[in-house]
């Protein structure tokens, strides 16, 4: 007896806080007279879904973002019944991306399919709203009820593309691990690391530490790439990016900056790159380099070449008097000679002298052409050249009561780099036997 008096004591509370529930909540606005029976019941191939929100619009959205977690939900839950993958494989957020993805990589194959065309507000089959009042606070909530269609032919397609997406997914982790051994440049190694990044917040089963660990070696190689010398002379500069044993081309132009030099240009040969530059205002007695940078990603490869502009400089100079000896003559004329000249180098560099031109004042000059002389060493370099140039002995010879002064040039250049240089020849004392 008193088992029951409880029991109707229960019964009559629930009964009365559930009038007191609907006293304290009105309906002040509905989409139609009758509510629809699909509202609070469950019907094959649609999807029952309600939103709420303080505005029409606002519940309307939620109510298709609820549509969209049912159908993953739903997805996953199939994908792992018919196909047999694990939780771990399977789980909202991975189908949920793979819905974003597969939705809009196909829309032109939506003829057939209507859902490929994206869970929309345009293909929903019918709704209900309702604008409910709380009497106490006058707190007004819309409620959206959808009525989306989702038949299960669409859930088999959609179950199918996940499983057979997913395999790819596999497929491209172990082929950009194995591209880990085998890449030439490093465009695509940093290609690797993106692809790697989005698998490890893809994956969330043991795929995911295959990546991670994927990732940290490709990471680690990017920022063990170096940049090796070829070749650095004054004026040139060739250099490699290197990872280990491999040598990496890049498409990516460096940033390139130097103490004193001006690049003249940067251009790719074979697999090194060269940089060509003037290093005129460039002093002997500095820590002359060329900066060379590459920026990949987060990843900065850098190094630093320095060069010496004495490795190949040469510079000379005439010091002593010039002697000139006649050897035959024809009457008022020198027809052969010799010129003794004595040019000193700063530089223990080999170098060349290809012309010399002596000017007499307004006579014609004397010229040594296609010299072809090659000099080394620090110091005096004692030159004999035979001239066959007829000279009017009047004209050219030295006065012992004056200062017998010419001019004229040298031109010279390093044995290593060929570049040909001018040295200038003023107030020059000489003397002849004639």
């Known amino acids: 007896m008193k088992k029951n008096l409880f029991v109707s004591i229960i019964i009559t509370v629930l009964i009365l806080l559930t009038v007191e529930a609907f006293s304290r909540n009105r309906v002040v606005e509905r989409s139609s007279r009758q509510r629809p029976a699909w509202v609070d019941g469950v019907q094959v191939d649609y999807i029952i879904a309600l939103g709420s929100g303080q505005s029409i619009d ?26 047999g993958l694990t939780t771990e494989q399977v789980n909202d957020n991975n189908v949920f991306q793979f819905l974003e993805t597969f939705t809009s990589q196909t829309l032109t194959q939506s003829a057939d399919l209507p859902y490929l065309q994206g869970i929309s507000i345009s293909r929903v089959d019918d709704y209900y709203w309702e604008i409910i009042e709380n009497r106490n606070t006058r707190v007004r909530t819309v409620y959206y009820h959808v009525k989306y269609p989702f038949p299960r032919f669409e859930m088999m397609v959609l179950i199918d593309e996940f499983v057979r997406a997913d395999r790819a997914m ?41 990546a991670d660990l994927a990732l940290i070696k490709a990471r680690s190689m990017l920022g063990s790439i170096q940049l090796i010398e070829v070749e650095n002379i004054p004026g040139q500069l060739v250099y490699k990016l290197q990872l280990g044993s491999r040598i990496l081309t890049a498409s990516a132009n460096p940033a390139i900056r130097s103490n004193c030099a001006v690049v003249n240009s940067v251009l790719p040969i074979n697999n090194s790159t060269e940089v060509k530059f003037n290093y005129e205002n460039c002093y002997a007695d500095e820590d002359n380099r060329i900066v060379v940078a590459y920026r990949f990603e987060n990843t900065r490869i850098e190094n630093t070449f320095y060069f010496d502009i004495k490795q190949f400089a040469t510079e000379i100079f005439v010091g002593d008097d010039i002697f000139f000896r006649a050897l035959e003559r024809q009457g008022e004329h020198i027809t052969q000679f010799e010129c003794l000249i004595t040019v000193f180098s700063k530089y223990e560099n080999p170098f060349f002298i290809d012309r010399i031109v002596l000017n007499f004042g307004n006579q014609p000059p004397v010229i040594f052409d296609d010299l072809e002389l090659k000099l080394e060493g620090k110091g005096a370099h004692r030159i ?26 040298i031109t010279y250049g390093s044995m290593q780099t060929r570049e040909p240089r001018i040295y200038r020849i003023f107030n020059q004392t000489f003397f002849t036997d004639w």
Do not use: C
């Open 384 to 409: 004999t050249l035979t001239g066959h140039q007829s000279l009017k002995a009047a004209e050219y010879r030295s006065n012992q009561d004056n200062i017998n002064l010419l001019s004229g040039s």
């Open 170 to 210: 596999t497929r491209k982790l172990d082929n950009t691990i194995a591209a880990l051994e085998t890449f030439s440049t490093v465009e695509e190694l940093v290609q690797y690391i993106r692809e790697l990044d989005h698998m490890t917040k893809t994956f969330t089963d043991r795929r995911k530490n295959k």
């Open 58 to 83: 606002v519940a309307r959205q939620n109510a298709m973002i609820r549509v969209k977690e049912m159908i993953v939900n739903s997805v996953a839950t199939n994908v792992r019944t018919r196909a």
